[in-house]
């Protein structure tokens, strides 16, 4: 064949080629609408502090604001107070206290300044506010644009037409801003933490100019019917809410790219009207898609996130232009053989694992103090958060819940079903909103939270209340905005539930609806301490069944280093009810009593506040770790359980699995050795032993060593198990029998190797010879159960026999960008266990531990003669970019501090 022909044909190709690429390219018209935040410059001041006494002047351009105080936007008016220094750290010791929560009975006022071209004139310009606290007066360039009867709810959001009130050049903004009044619905914190001395209020979410041609799209949302067989097709449902905000009818498509295809179709709207456009497989084949990768929790396999955008194009033009993800993932739920509630998604069973989730008491979290929680969450091998409220003060959170695979449940704070929070009566069995206008405002609430969020894969279910239920009409009106606007997820009336039926001690009532009947739900304690025993063996209340939506085991006492943090030093020691009590819960729970004298009980007394935080570890470590592992090793007749809580509002001594510092407690690494994905569990009250498949994949020849060691550190037993367990599984494998040489205390070490003969877990128990013993009856005779007192408690005062050991330390340090990781090998060559030795990271130039920091194990026992290898990794910047110190400390040896090589 001739090669010039070849050549002209390889030239034509390439050409056709290069013709129809350029053809098919998809060019974007550029977008006639733009969202500017308002964020900057923005300043506060009490209005009992400006003289000015006409209004109107304080929102012109020439007003002075020199003598008003930096504001942070959005926050609260006490936490920019906080992060400028105008009040001392109210965080630490009983600073709270001393600012005057008068100040803020008062109106505030905020202001700030932003710009508008000439081009913008032309244009539909729009405030929007996402959230203020609680209600407000709205100036704009020395005209009042909103009064505080209509500007008002805090979880209302709101946007008002400004034209008429802007100009070109600078304009000025000002809000009059009033704190929520008594029996108003407001953010709250309950009886987790003191109150904030303003109530929160403030502009506490996002603000924007809004500038487009009248239409606007809200809420794009893509939610899924998945092929549970295949687990690669599925049917999606896209929808969008498009405003029209001009005085005419306007015609266009509305068109949604969601990646995997497009759809779009003719829509007319009316004038002022908010149009819901929904797309279904029904209408446009290309909603079935195949072989897509699913959206799944952390544990289950990947969150595999797509990007959505949706367009609205009239005339040639495209007016307005939003982009967000989207997650594959079909969730459902059911009442089990035995009424507790279930969910499974994408078709498989979930066993949710999670904690409570607070934001900051003053609002400040930023993403990157939200982002070190997100991977402290999956580093316990946790799968969920519940949010007792609609946190955060904006998408950031639940952003990260989407890209790490955390599941979210999501509703109404208790806070409003109190009298003695809500500060108004309230219904003994729907809370606070009885009345027409309270219901009519939650539903408000509900429509604008649900909009705002319903695009995010991770929120897995919708709490209508938290310990009471909706009354029967305004339940009716939630299930009407479900209906037109997210089908996709499953509601639950409360977070109770279960235990109420029958109207027992529980609640004063039962907690079953009139339309949804029975939650599934159950909310039955503990909330004090609570002894391992108890998880196991208890089936009437908080024990390991059914769906735990708040319980722990008391609380969880921090580290060292972080009531250095809180406390001042002259307050440290002893324990007092000043400084230390302070940092409790509130009511029932300002008392660290019941927890202290557990530990005295069974570790002995403590004589100084270092002796007091690490035993309190031990403490935290052995109470959490049996409350998860009963849930793990009862599955499926257990299927939730939410840790309360897994966070803390500021610097507490409660309800915690990490502080405020950022510090993990002992009870951090029980939960993450109770979730490990293979796992080996002993169960207290039956002496046997069950094995948990959490991973993704079936477990064949797996072997389970069984050993047991007396306080002298002498194997006194020895045993194996050699069998298959299949994934998302736990069964029982053996039972203990009788085992000669058992001292006062003794431990028992489970092994898990796989067929290869690799260790793939590795947990041990310390146990007491003499039993916890639970004193049911007297919990009955408690207004509200909310824990189970003892009668006995287990002695480890025996723990203080054990000599001293020295160990040995090999490590070394590298970066990669701006991580650090440490590989640290700990060898134990004495013939005497070291029990629970704990690990910290030091930044070099304060000595203060490096956080976060995430260790692949800690508070760690190491048995006689025996060597392990641990890692930890932590952000450089954390440790002044400098190689950090390592500090060990356990039982039985003493603190050593080393350089890392």
């Known amino acids: 064949m001739n090669s010039d022909y070849i050549l002209k044909n390889i030239v034509f190709v390439f050409l056709a080629g290069v013709l129809f690429t350029t053809a098919c390219k998809k060019t974007e018209r550029p977008v006639l609408s733009e969202v500017r935040p308002i964020t900057e410059d923005w300043k506060m001041q009490s209005s009992e502090k400006i003289s000015e006494t006409d209004e109107t002047r304080i929102s012109q351009n020439n007003f002075s604001t020199a003598e008003w105080l930096e504001a942070v936007v959005p926050g609260t008016v006490l936490g920019s107070m906080a992060t400028h220094g105008v009040i001392e750290d109210p965080y630490f010791g009983i600073n709270?206290?001393?600012?005057?929560?008068?100040?803020?009975?008062?109106?505030?006022?905020?202001?700030?300044?932003?710009?508008?071209?000439?081009?913008?004139?032309?244009?539909?310009?729009?405030?929007?506010?996402?959230?203020?606290?609680?209600?407000?007066?709205?100036?704009i360039n020395g005209k009042k644009v909103a009064g505080k009867n209509e500007f008002a709810g805090t979880f209302r959001m709101f946007t008002f037409n400004i034209n008429k009130w802007v100009k070109e050049g600078q304009n000025t903004i000002a809000l009059k801003i009033w704190q929520h009044a008594d029996g108003e619905y407001s953010i709250g914190f309950v009886d987790w933490n003191p109150l904030p001395r303003d109530r929160n209020m403030g502009i506490f979410r996002e603000v924007f100019l809004e500038i487009n041609s009248g239409i606007k799209i809200r809420s794009p949302f893509v939610w899924s019917k998945v092929n549970t067989e295949t687990l690669k097709d599925a049917d999606l449902f896209v929808q969008a809410e498009v405003e029209n905000n001009t005085k005419n009818v306007v015609e266009g498509i509305l068109r949604a790219d969601f990646e995997l295809g497009v759809v779009e179709k003719k829509v007319k709207?009316?004038?002022?009207?908010?149009?819901?456009?929904?797309?279904?497989?029904?209408?446009?084949?290309?909603?079935?898609?195949?072989?897509?990768?699913?959206?799944?929790?952390?544990?289950?396999?990947?969150?595999?996130?797509?990007?959505?955008?949706?367009?609205?194009?009239?005339e040639g033009k495209t007016l307005d232009r939003v982009e967000n993800n989207y997650g594959i993932r079909e969730i459902d739920s059911y009442l089990?053989?035995?009424?507790?509630?279930?969910?499974?998604?994408?078709?498989?069973?979930?066993?949710?694992?999670?904690?409570?989730?607070?934001?900051?008491?003053?609002?400040?979290?930023?993403?990157?103090?939200?982002?070190?929680?997100?991977?402290?969450?999956?580093?316990?091998?946790?799968?969920?958060?519940?949010?007792?409220?609609?946190?955060?003060?904006?998408?950031?959170?639940?952003?990260?819940?989407?890209?790490?695979?955390?599941?979210?449940?999501?509703?109404?704070?208790?806070?409003?079903?109190?009298?003695?929070?809500?500060?108004?009566?309230?219904?003994?069995?729907?809370?606070?909103a009885v009345s027409e206008e309270d219901k009519n405002l939650m539903a408000a609430y509900w429509k604008d939270q649900m909009l705002w969020l319903r695009n995010h894969p991770g929120i897995f279910v919708w709490m209508l209340g938290s310990d009471k239920l909706p009354a029967p009409d305004l339940e009716r009106k939630y299930i009407e905005l479900f209906e037109k606007y997210d089908p996709s997820r499953p509601y639950i009336t409360s977070a109770g539930g279960a235990g109420t039926e029958d109207n027992n001690i529980?609640?004063?009532?039962?907690?079953?609806?009139?339309?949804?009947?029975?939650t599934g739900m159950k909310m039955l304690g503990p909330y004090a301490y609570t002894p391992p025993v108890y998880w196991f063996t208890d089936t009437q209340l908080g024990g390991g069944y059914g769906f735990n939506t708040e319980t722990c085991p008391g609380p969880n006492i921090m580290p060292l280093a972080s009531l250095k943090k809180m406390?001042?030093?002259?307050?440290?020691?002893p324990i007092d009810t000043t400084y230390w009590e302070y940092h409790t819960g509130r009511n029932a729970f300002k008392t660290l009593s019941r927890f202290r004298k557990a530990l005295d009980a069974r570790y002995g007394k403590s004589n100084s506040v270092e002796e007091f935080a690490f035993k309190s570890q031990v403490s935290n470590y052995e109470l959490m770790r049996p409350m998860f592992e009963a849930f793990v090793a009862h599955k499926p007749k257990s299927t939730g359980l939410i840790q309360w809580m897994l966070n803390s509002a500021w610097p507490e001594l409660y309800w915690q699995l990490y502080d405020t510092y950022l510090q993990p407690?002992?009870?951090?690494?029980?939960?993450?050795?109770?979730?490990?994905?293979?796992?080996?569990?002993?169960?207290?009250?039956?002496?046997?032993?069950?094995?948990?498949?959490?991973?993704?994949?079936?477990?064949?020849?797996?072997?389970?060593?069984?050993?047991?060691?007396?306080?002298?550190?002498?194997?006194?037993?020895?045993?194996?198990?050699?069998?298959?367990?299949?994934?998302?599984?736990?069964?029982?494998?053996?039972?203990?029998?009788?085992?000669?040489?058992?001292?006062?205390?003794?431990?028992?070490?489970?092994?898990?190797?796989?067929?290869?003969?690799?260790?793939?877990?590795?947990?041990?128990?310390?146990?007491?010879?003499?039993?916890?013993?639970?004193?049911?009856?007297?919990?009955?005779?408690?207004?509200?159960?909310?824990?189970?007192?003892?009668?006995?408690?287990?002695?480890?005062?025996?723990?203080?026999?054990?000599?001293?050991?020295?160990?040995?330390?090999d490590f070394n340090f590298e970066t990669e960008g701006d991580k650090g990781k440490v590989t640290l090998h700990v060898k134990n060559p004495n013939t005497t266990l070291a029990f629970f030795t704990f690990f910290d990271l030091l930044n070099p130039a304060t000595n203060e531990p490096v956080l976060p920091v995430f260790w692949s194990d800690n508070y760690i026992t190491l048995l006689p003669e025996e060597g392990r290898t641990y890692t930890a990794t932590f952000d450089m910047k954390n440790a002044n970019g400098e190689k950090p110190l390592l500090k060990v400390k356990a039982w039985n040896a003493d603190p050593v501090v080393l350089e890392i090589e």
Not at 344 to 350: A, M
Not at 567 to 573: G, I, Q, V, Y
């Open 96 to 139: 709270m206290q001393q600012v005057d929560k008068e100040q803020f009975k008062k109106p505030w006022w905020y202001r700030t300044t932003f710009r508008i071209n000439s081009t913008d004139l032309d244009k539909n310009i729009s405030l929007r506010f996402n959230g203020i606290n609680y209600r407000a007066d709205l100036w």
């Open 269 to 314: 709207i009316a004038p002022g009207e908010i149009l819901s456009c929904r797309f279904t497989p029904e209408e446009f084949s290309q909603l079935s898609v195949k072989d897509v990768k699913l959206w799944w929790p952390n544990g289950m396999g990947d969150p595999n996130l797509y990007p959505l955008k949706v367009e609205f194009l009239s």
């Open 336 to 432: 089990d053989e035995n009424k507790n509630r279930a969910f499974t998604i994408n078709g498989k069973f979930v066993l949710i694992k999670g904690g409570g989730w607070v934001d900051d008491l003053l609002l400040q979290d930023t993403r990157e103090s939200i982002e070190a929680q997100m991977k402290y969450i999956r580093h316990m091998n946790l799968n969920a958060i519940r949010c007792e409220g609609f946190w955060g003060k904006d998408q950031t959170l639940y952003d990260l819940c989407d890209e790490y695979g955390i599941l979210v449940m999501i509703g109404w704070n208790c806070h409003w079903e109190w009298e003695e929070y809500l500060l108004k009566p309230t219904h003994e069995k729907y809370g606070g």
């Open 506 to 518: 529980v609640a004063e009532v039962p907690l079953v609806s009139d339309i949804s009947g029975p």
């Open 567 to 573: 406390l001042p030093e002259e307050s440290l020691w």
């Open 665 to 809: 407690n002992g009870s951090f690494y029980g939960v993450r050795k109770a979730c490990h994905p293979i796992h080996a569990i002993y169960r207290y009250g039956f002496h046997d032993i069950y094995l948990a498949n959490e991973d993704l994949q079936d477990a064949e020849n797996v072997t389970v060593i069984i050993r047991a060691f007396d306080i002298h550190s002498k194997e006194i037993f020895t045993d194996s198990w050699t069998g298959n367990i299949a994934t998302n599984t736990s069964k029982f494998i053996y039972k203990l029998p009788e085992i000669n040489g058992l001292t006062s205390v003794w431990f028992l070490d489970l092994r898990v190797l796989d067929e290869n003969n690799n260790e793939v877990d590795n947990n041990i128990y310390w146990l007491s010879r003499k039993p916890d013993v639970l004193d049911y009856e007297a919990a009955k005779k408690l207004e509200w159960p909310f824990y189970t007192p003892l009668k006995g408690y287990a002695d480890f005062t025996a723990l203080d026999q054990l000599p001293k050991v020295k160990l040995e330390y």
